[in-house]
C-alpha cells in the first residue's frame, strides 16, 4: 500500500470547488469540493444517489454548473465540455463496460480513439502501431497479445487494457505528462484473485506521476489502493482524508449516515424446526459459490449485496435461467439436482422467475397482454382440438381486474402498458401458475410509486403459503417487503438481517463491510 | 388515473381516424387486388376476364405460394430458411432421376424426394441450432450447396418424361375447373392456419419468434421449436418440388432457385394483411394471387417477360413502406 497522503507542495491535477447541481428542484451535488495531487490514487465513495454519477459526468463535461469551478492544473475548465475535451486535458474514464469491442482485436481497441478521430492519413502502418502498442504494454509490465480478440480475453485483461489504453493510449497528447483516469467501479467483475493485477497496474500508473481517481463500493478494494478517499452522501462531501488514518467504521458511516455499532453483526441462520419449504444446498452457478439456505412457506427472503457479488445469480440459478454447475435444491418432499435444471423442469416443480428486463425476458411487447398473460397456461384453453382465443381473453381479462392492470383492455399490446402496469402482468402471468416458490428480480425497477405499492402488497399476499425471494439492490424496497434479508460478498452469503434490524441504512451497512465481518468470524 | 382518461378520451375524438388505420392496413392488399382484377377485365374482357384465365393465375403458381408457406414458418420463430428453393430443386430432380433414369415407381420417388428434403432439413436445424451457427448462414450455404448436388444428379440438363401419374395428380385432374394442385396448396394454407392460430404449437412458435428470452424463461423448449420449424420447412418446400416435377413433367437445375426471392416477397407481403405484422398462410396466399393477377394483365397488356420481376420488387417495397407509414401514424395518434 502506498504511504499516507502525498505531498502537499504538488500542485493539484485537479481542483473541483463548490460544485453545485440541481435535477428538477432535487439537489444533486451542493458545495462539493475535493482535489486530487499528481501520482496520487483517490478514492470516491458514496452509497446510490449520494451524487457520485452526477460529479463523474460533471468530470466528463456532461453536465453544466450551477455553482462552482473545476480546474485542470491551475486552469478553469469551461463546462460543459465536447466530448473530446476531457481527453485533451488529459481526463479518461474507464467505464465498468471497459468500452471495448468484442469482436475487434486488442491492438484495434487500442486504437479506437484514433481511428474515429484522425483526419489524416489514408493508410495505417500496422505493424508500427503494433510495435508502438507493445512499447507501452511493456512500459507497465503487462503481457498481451496484440492480434487477440477482446472477446477471447480474460476479463482482468481486458480491465487491464482498457485502462492501458485511457493512460497512455494514442489519443493522448505529448505535452501533459500527467494524466487523470477516472476508474467508475472497474472490479465488480473480477475475480478476486485478478484484482491484484488490476491493483498492480493502477500503482504503476501512479507511480508514473499520473493520478486515479478511483471510483469503488469495495472497503476493502479502497483502502487496499488508495492514498486517500472522499465520501460523498447527499451530495456534499462528508469525508476527506488519507486512507491510513480512517477505520472501516469512519468510513461505513460516512457513507450510510448513521452511527452504527463496531461490534460484528453476524448471525447464522437457525433452521426452524417446523421445517422448510425450500433447502438450497451448496449451490454454485454465475458469480455465487455454496451458496445454502432455507426458506418457509410465508416468508419473503431478500437477497442483495455490492454489483458482482452475485446475489442475483441466485434467483436466476434456481429458476434454471442461468446455468448451475452444482447444487441441490429440496422442495416438496423431493430433491433435486440443480445441474440439470431448466426454465421447463423448474416450473414443472413449482418455481418461478419473475425476471429483472421485463422487455426481454419477462414479456414480449410486440404481442398482446393475453397472449402475454397465457403462454405458461395454454392446455387451458383447447376446446375441442381448438385453441379458444376466447377463453384466452377471458382469463387475461380476469387477471387484469385481479392484479389492477390499467387499462383493462387485456387485446392492448403489452409495450403499450405502463412500466408498473406491465410488472403486473409478469406477476400475474406467473401467479396464475400457483407456484410453490416465486422468484423476483428487481420486482419495482422502473415502476412508479402507487404501482410499487400494489406488488409489495400483491407479493406479500402471495407468500401467504409459499417462499418468495426477492433479489434486489434496491435496500428500501427490501426493507420494505422482506422478513429476513441475505447479504452476499463475493458469491456467498455473508449476512443475514431480520426483525427490528432490518432497515435500509443496516442493510446498506452490511453491503458495505460484511467481507471484513466474515474474514474475522 | 389520469393517463387512462386521456387514452379513452383520444379514442373517442379521433374514432373515425382510428377505424380507418384500425381497418385500411389489413384490407389494403385485398382491396388493390380486387381492383386490378377489375382493371384488367375491363381493359381486356377478351383475355382477362376468362374461366381459363382465372383457372391458371389460381393454379400455376402454387409451388411459389407452398414455399411461401415453407418460409413463414421459421420467420415466425425468428430464423430465415435461404435454402426452401434449392430444396424444392432437389425435390423435383430427385423424383425425375429416379422416376426417368431408373425407372423407380413415381410414388416411391416422390416418397424419396420428401425423404430427403426432411434431410435436409434436419441437417439445417442440427448445424444452425445445436451447434449454433447463424441460421441464416447456414441455410445460404446448404441452399448452394443443393444447387451443386442437383446441377450433378441432373448432369445440368432437364430431366424429361417423369411419370403421367404425377402430372395426372397434379395438373391434370380439375376440381371446380381448377387443378387440383391449387387446391392441395388451399389445404395446406388450412393446415398451417390451424397449426400457427389455434393451437399451442403455434402461439410458441410466435412467442420465440417474438422473444427468445421470454420464451425460454417461461419453460417453452426454444432450440426444439426452431428446429422443429426448420424441418417443417424443408419438408413444405419438397412438396413444393413434387408440384413443381408434377405441373412440367420435368425437373430442370435453375427454375426453383429462381423462386427464392419471389417466395420472401410473398412471405413479407402477406405479413402486412390479415393481422399485418404476421405472418400467416392467408397472406402467403393472397399475396401470391395478387403477384399472379398483376403480372398476368400486364403480360396480356403486351409488358415483357421482365415486368414480372418489375411487379414483384415494387408490389412488396411498396406495401412494406406504406404499412410502415400506417403504423406509425397509428403510433403518432
Same mark, same amino acid.
Given at each position: 500500500?502506498?504511504?499516507?497522503?502525498?505531498?502537499?507542495?504538488?500542485?493539484?491535477?485537479?481542483?473541483?470547488?463548490?460544485?453545485?447541481?440541481?435535477?428538477? /428542484?432535487?439537489?444533486?451535488?451542493?458545495?462539493?469540493?475535493?482535489?486530487?495531487?499528481?501520482?496520487?490514487?483517490?478514492?470516491?465513495?458514496?452509497?446510490?444517489?449520494?451524487?457520485?454519477?452526477?460529479?463523474?459526468?460533471?468530470?466528463?463535461?456532461?453536465?453544466?454548473?450551477?455553482?462552482?469551478?473545476?480546474?485542470?492544473?491551475?486552469?478553469?475548465?469551461?463546462?460543459?465540455?465536447?466530448?473530446?475535451?476531457?481527453?485533451?486535458?488529459?481526463?479518461?474514464?474507464?467505464?465498468?463496460?471497459?468500452?471495448?469491442?468484442?469482436?475487434?482485436?486488442?491492438?484495434?481497441?487500442?486504437?479506437?480513439?484514433?481511428?474515429?478521430?484522425?483526419?489524416?492519413?489514408?493508410?495505417?502502418?500496422?505493424?508500427?502501431?503494433?510495435?508502438?502498442?507493445?512499447?507501452?504494454?511493456?512500459?507497465?509490465?503487462?503481457?498481451?497479445?496484440?492480434?487477440?480478440?477482446?472477446?477471447?480475453?480474460?476479463?482482468?485483461?481486458?480491465?487491464?487494457?482498457?485502462?492501458?489504453?485511457?493512460?497512455?493510449?494514442?489519443?493522448?497528447?505529448?505535452?501533459?505528462?500527467?494524466?487523470?483516469?477516472?476508474?467508475?467501479?472497474?472490479?465488480?467483475?473480477?475475480?478476486?484473485?485478478?484484482?491484484?493485477?488490476?491493483? #498492480?497496474?493502477?500503482?504503476?500508473?501512479?507511480?508514473?506521476?499520473?493520478?486515479?481517481?478511483?471510483?469503488?463500493?469495495?472497503?476493502?478494494?479502497?483502502?487496499?489502493?488508495?492514498?486517500?478517499?472522499?465520501?460523498?452522501?447527499?451530495?456534499?462531501?462528508?469525508?476527506?482524508?488519507?486512507?491510513?488514518?480512517?477505520?472501516?467504521?469512519?468510513?461505513?458511516?460516512?457513507?450510510?449516515?448513521?452511527?452504527?455499532?463496531?461490534?460484528?453483526?453476524?448471525?447464522?441462520?437457525?433452521?426452524?424446526?417446523?421445517?422448510?419449504?425450500?433447502?438450497?444446498?451448496?449451490?454454485?452457478?454465475?458469480?455465487?459459490?455454496?451458496?445454502?439456505?432455507?426458506?418457509?412457506?410465508?416468508?419473503?427472503?431478500?437477497?442483495?449485496?455490492?454489483?458482482?457479488?452475485?446475489?442475483?445469480?441466485?434467483?436466476?440459478?434456481?429458476?434454471?435461467?442461468?446455468?448451475?454447475?452444482?447444487?441441490?435444491?429440496?422442495?416438496?418432499?423431493?430433491?433435486?439436482?440443480?445441474?440439470?435444471?431448466?426454465? #421447463?423442469?423448474?416450473? #414443472?416443480?413449482?418455481?418461478?422467475?419473475?425476471?429483472?428486463?421485463?422487455?426481454?425476458?419477462?414479456?414480449?411487447?410486440?404481442?398482446?397482454?393475453?397472449?402475454?398473460?397465457?403462454?405458461?397456461?395454454?392446455?387451458?384453453?383447447?376446446?375441442?382440438?381448438?385453441?379458444?382465443?376466447?377463453?384466452?381473453?377471458?382469463?387475461?381479462?380476469?387477471?387484469?381486474?385481479?392484479?389492477?392492470?390499467?387499462?383493462?383492455?387485456?387485446?392492448?399490446?403489452?409495450?403499450?402498458?405502463?412500466?408498473?402496469?406491465?410488472?403486473?402482468?409478469?406477476?400475474?402471468?406467473?401467479?396464475?401458475?400457483?407456484?410453490?416458490?416465486?422468484?423476483?428480480?428487481?420486482?419495482?425497477? /422502473?415502476?412508479?410509486?402507487?404501482?410499487?405499492?400494489?406488488?409489495?402488497?400483491?407479493?406479500?399476499?402471495?407468500?401467504?403459503?409459499?417462499?418468495?425471494?426477492?433479489?434486489?439492490?434496491?435496500?428500501?424496497?427490501?426493507?420494505?417487503?422482506?422478513?429476513?434479508?441475505?447479504?452476499?460478498?463475493?458469491?456467498?452469503?455473508?449476512?443475514?438481517?431480520?426483525?427490528?434490524?432490518?432497515?435500509?441504512?443496516?442493510?446498506?451497512?452490511?453491503?458495505?463491510?460484511?467481507?471484513?465481518?466474515?474474514?474475522?468470524? | 388515473?389520469?393517463?387512462?382518461?386521456?387514452?379513452?378520451?383520444?379514442?373517442?375524438?379521433?374514432?373515425?381516424? *382510428?377505424?380507418?388505420?384500425?381497418?385500411?392496413?389489413?384490407?389494403?392488399?385485398?382491396?388493390?387486388?380486387?381492383?386490378?382484377?377489375?382493371?384488367?377485365?375491363?381493359?381486356?374482357?377478351?383475355? %382477362?376476364?376468362?374461366?381459363?384465365?382465372?383457372?391458371?393465375?389460381?393454379?400455376?403458381?402454387?409451388?411459389?405460394?407452398?414455399?411461401? =408457406?415453407?418460409?413463414?414458418?421459421?420467420?415466425?420463430?425468428?430464423?430465415?430458411?435461404?435454402?426452401?428453393?434449392?430444396?424444392?430443386?432437389?425435390?423435383?430432380?430427385?423424383?425425375?432421376?429416379?422416376?426417368?433414369?431408373?425407372?423407380?415407381?413415381?410414388?416411391?420417388?416422390?416418397?424419396?424426394?420428401?425423404?430427403?428434403?426432411?434431410?435436409?432439413?434436419?441437417?439445417?436445424?442440427?448445424?444452425?441450432?445445436?451447434?449454433?451457427?447463424?441460421?441464416?448462414?447456414?441455410?445460404?450455404?446448404?441452399?448452394?450447396?443443393?444447387?451443386?448436388?442437383?446441377?450433378?444428379?441432373?448432369?445440368?440438363?432437364?430431366?424429361?418424361?417423369?411419370?403421367?401419374?404425377?402430372? *395426372?395428380?397434379?395438373?391434370?385432374?380439375?376440381?371446380?375447373?381448377?387443378?387440383?394442385?391449387?387446391?392441395?396448396?388451399?389445404?395446406?394454407?388450412?393446415?398451417?392456419?390451424?397449426?400457427?392460430?389455434?393451437?399451442?404449437?403455434?402461439? *410458441?412458435?410466435?412467442?420465440?419468434?417474438?422473444?427468445?428470452?421470454?420464451?425460454?424463461?417461461?419453460?417453452?423448449?426454444?432450440?426444439?421449436?426452431?428446429?422443429?420449424?426448420?424441418?417443417?420447412?424443408?419438408?413444405?418446400?419438397?412438396?413444393?418440388?413434387?408440384?413443381?416435377?408434377?405441373?412440367?413433367?420435368?425437373?430442370?437445375?435453375?427454375?426453383?432457385?429462381?423462386?427464392?426471392?419471389?417466395?420472401?416477397?410473398?412471405?413479407? =407481403?402477406?405479413?402486412?394483411?390479415?393481422?399485418?405484422?404476421?405472418?400467416?398462410?392467408?397472406?402467403?396466399?393472397?399475396?401470391? =394471387?395478387?403477384?399472379?393477377?398483376?403480372?398476368?394483365?400486364?403480360?396480356?397488356?403486351?409488358?415483357?417477360? %421482365?415486368?414480372?420481376?418489375?411487379?414483384?420488387?415494387?408490389?412488396?417495397?411498396?406495401?412494406?413502406? =406504406?404499412?410502415?407509414?400506417?403504423?406509425?401514424? *397509428?403510433?403518432?395518434?
Amino acid at each position: 500500500m502506498s504511504e499516507g497522503a502525498p505531498a502537499a507542495d504538488h500542485a493539484p491535477l485537479l481542483q473541483a470547488t463548490g460544485l453545485s447541481k440541481s435535477f428538477g /428542484g432535487v439537489r444533486a451535488l451542493d458545495g462539493v469540493s475535493f482535489d486530487v495531487v499528481g501520482g496520487e490514487v483517490h478514492g470516491l465513495l458514496g452509497a446510490n444517489g449520494s451524487g457520485k454519477s452526477t460529479l463523474i459526468k460533471i468530470l466528463a463535461g456532461y453536465h453544466h454548473l450551477e455553482a462552482g469551478t473545476v480546474s485542470v492544473r491551475g486552469e478553469a475548465v469551461p463546462l460543459p465540455m465536447d466530448p473530446g475535451r476531457p481527453q485533451k486535458l488529459g481526463i479518461s474514464f474507464v467505464h465498468q463496460d471497459l468500452g471495448l469491442v468484442p469482436s475487434l482485436s486488442a491492438l484495434e481497441n487500442f486504437l479506437l480513439g484514433k481511428i474515429a478521430t484522425t483526419r489524416r492519413g489514408l493508410r495505417m502502418s500496422w505493424r508500427r502501431e503494433r510495435a508502438a502498442m507493445l512499447e507501452v504494454l511493456d512500459r507497465y509490465e503487462i503481457e498481451l497479445d496484440p492480434r487477440q480478440l477482446v472477446r477471447d480475453m480474460r476479463p482482468v485483461d481486458r480491465a487491464l487494457l482498457a485502462i492501458v489504453r485511457a493512460v497512455d493510449g494514442p489519443g493522448r497528447i505529448t505535452g501533459a505528462a500527467q494524466r487523470l483516469v477516472v476508474l467508475d467501479e472497474p472490479t465488480v467483475f473480477l475475480p478476486r484473485a485478478e484484482v491484484a493485477r488490476l491493483f #498492480a497496474l493502477v500503482r504503476r500508473v501512479a507511480s508514473s506521476g499520473s493520478s486515479v481517481l478511483f471510483v469503488s463500493h469495495d472497503l476493502d478494494e479502497v483502502r487496499e489502493i488508495t492514498d486517500r478517499v472522499t465520501v460523498l452522501r447527499n451530495g456534499q462531501v462528508v469525508l476527506t482524508g488519507a486512507t491510513a488514518r480512517l477505520s472501516d467504521d469512519d468510513l461505513v458511516e460516512a457513507i450510510v449516515g448513521a452511527k452504527v455499532s463496531v461490534s460484528a453483526f453476524y448471525r447464522r441462520h437457525q433452521a426452524s424446526p417446523s421445517g422448510a419449504a425450500i433447502e438450497v444446498s451448496r449451490l454454485n452457478a454465475g458469480a455465487v459459490t455454496d451458496v445454502s439456505f432455507t426458506g418457509h412457506a410465508g416468508e419473503v427472503i431478500g437477497l442483495t449485496g455490492l454489483l458482482g457479488s452475485g446475489y442475483e445469480d441466485v434467483v436466476r440459478a434456481l429458476a434454471g435461467a442461468i446455468p448451475v454447475r452444482a447444487g441441490r435444491l429440496r422442495i416438496g418432499g423431493g430433491t433435486v439436482e440443480l445441474s440439470a435444471w431448466t426454465p #421447463a423442469r423448474a416450473l #414443472a416443480r413449482g418455481v418461478v422467475l419473475v425476471p429483472g428486463d421485463r422487455l426481454i425476458e419477462g414479456a414480449v411487447a410486440s404481442l398482446p397482454v393475453t397472449d402475454n398473460m397465457t403462454m405458461v397456461r395454454l392446455h387451458d384453453f383447447v376446446k375441442h382440438g381448438l385453441l379458444s382465443r376466447r377463453a384466452m381473453t377471458g382469463r387475461a381479462a380476469e387477471l387484469a381486474e385481479a392484479y389492477d392492470v390499467r387499462p383493462r383492455d387485456p387485446r392492448l399490446l403489452f409495450g403499450q402498458l405502463s412500466g408498473g402496469n406491465q410488472q403486473k402482468v409478469v406477476l400475474a402471468k406467473w401467479l396464475q401458475t400457483c407456484p410453490d416458490v416465486l422468484l423476483l428480480h428487481e420486482p419495482t425497477q /422502473g415502476v412508479d410509486v402507487g404501482a410499487r405499492q400494489q406488488i409489495f402488497a400483491t407479493v406479500r399476499a402471495a407468500a401467504g403459503d409459499r417462499v418468495a425471494v426477492c433479489a434486489s439492490s434496491d435496500h428500501d424496497q427490501l426493507a420494505r417487503l422482506c422478513d429476513r434479508v441475505l447479504i452476499l460478498r463475493r458469491g456467498q452469503i455473508a449476512a443475514e438481517i431480520s426483525g427490528v434490524e432490518l432497515t435500509k441504512a443496516r442493510i446498506t451497512e452490511e453491503c458495505l463491510r460484511s467481507s471484513r465481518e466474515r474474514a474475522a468470524s | 388515473m389520469t393517463s387512462t382518461q386521456s387514452a379513452a378520451s383520444g379514442m373517442a375524438v379521433s374514432r373515425p381516424g *382510428r377505424l380507418f388505420s384500425r381497418y385500411a392496413e389489413p384490407l389494403a392488399l385485398p382491396v388493390v387486388w380486387v381492383a386490378l382484377i377489375i382493371l384488367f377485365s375491363a381493359l381486356l374482357p377478351g383475355s %382477362f376476364l376468362t374461366a381459363g384465365n382465372f383457372s391458371a393465375m389460381f393454379s400455376s403458381q402454387t409451388s411459389l405460394l407452398v414455399l411461401a =408457406l415453407a418460409l413463414i414458418v421459421p420467420l415466425t420463430a425468428g430464423d430465415y430458411d435461404l435454402s426452401v428453393a434449392s430444396v424444392a430443386g432437389l425435390s423435383a430432380m430427385v423424383i425425375a432421376v429416379l422416376n426417368v433414369n431408373h425407372q423407380v415407381p413415381v410414388l416411391v420417388a416422390v416418397l424419396a424426394a420428401l425423404g430427403i428434403s426432411v434431410v435436409v432439413g434436419v441437417v439445417n436445424a442440427v448445424l444452425s441450432i445445436a451447434v449454433g451457427v447463424d441460421t441464416l448462414i447456414v441455410t445460404l450455404g446448404m441452399g448452394t450447396l443443393l444447387e451443386g448436388i442437383v446441377s450433378w444428379i441432373g448432369n445440368s440438363t432437364t430431366v424429361t418424361g417423369i411419370s403421367g401419374n404425377l402430372v *395426372r395428380f397434379v395438373v391434370s385432374a380439375r376440381f371446380l375447373g381448377i387443378p387440383v394442385e391449387f387446391w392441395y396448396g388451399i389445404v395446406l394454407c388450412v393446415v398451417l392456419f390451424y397449426v400457427m392460430e389455434y393451437t399451442p404449437l403455434g402461439r *410458441r412458435l410466435l412467442i420465440v419468434g417474438r422473444g427468445r428470452e421470454v420464451a425460454r424463461l417461461s419453460g417453452i423448449r426454444v432450440k426444439l421449436v426452431r428446429s422443429g420449424a426448420l424441418i417443417c420447412s424443408a419438408g413444405l418446400a419438397g412438396i413444393a418440388g413434387v408440384l413443381l416435377a408434377g405441373t412440367t413433367g420435368a425437373a430442370d437445375t435453375t427454375s426453383a432457385p429462381l423462386l427464392l426471392l419471389p417466395a420472401f416477397a410473398a412471405a413479407f =407481403l402477406g405479413a402486412t394483411t390479415i393481422l399485418p405484422g404476421r405472418f400467416s398462410a392467408w397472406g402467403c396466399l393472397l399475396a401470391v =394471387l395478387f403477384l399472379v393477377s398483376g403480372i398476368t394483365g400486364l403480360q396480356q397488356l403486351g409488358a415483357q417477360t %421482365f415486368v414480372q420481376d418489375l411487379f414483384y420488387g415494387a408490389a412488396l417495397i411498396a406495401a412494406v413502406v =406504406l404499412s410502415h407509414a400506417v403504423r406509425s401514424h *397509428r403510433g403518432q395518434s
